[in-house]
């Protein structure tokens, strides 16, 4: 189970960090966040191997930074100069192998 927490409102420019919370171990786990708006298809926001190897969408590089703390079994991704095309709801996704599960989404709002 992934609860995600951390969403909200806030005006272009501004900074955001949400963060996920696993009920197991996530160390052996990929941790990406997904975000997906009305009318659109999921995709993804960022995502961090085990080896802590991280990737970006072209849209967010160098204005989001996602981050794991094993010890934790959390996942964070700290947004900073938002957009309001950033406006979605953003879920948490914890993923190897066959294996996937979603957290519940949280909504963040960038007011222009």
């Known amino acids: 189970q992934l609860q995600a927490s951390g969403g909200g409102l806030v005006q272009a420019g501004g900074s955001l960090r949400l963060s996920c919370a696993a009920s197991r171990s996530i160390t052996s786990f990929f941790m990406g966040w997904y975000r997906q708006s009305p009318g659109k298809q999921r995709e993804l926001v960022a995502r961090i191997a085990p080896n802590n190897a991280r990737d970006y969408a072209d849209s967010v590089k160098g204005r989001f930074t996602i981050s794991r703390d094993n010890a934790k079994d959390t996942v964070d991704l700290q947004m900073n100069r938002l957009e309001p095309q950033d406006t979605s709801v953003y879920y948490c996704?914890?993923?190897?192998?066959?294996?996937?599960?979603w957290g519940q989404g949280t909504q963040v709002t960038v007011s222009s």
């Open positions: 996704n914890l993923a190897r192998g066959g294996i996937h599960a």
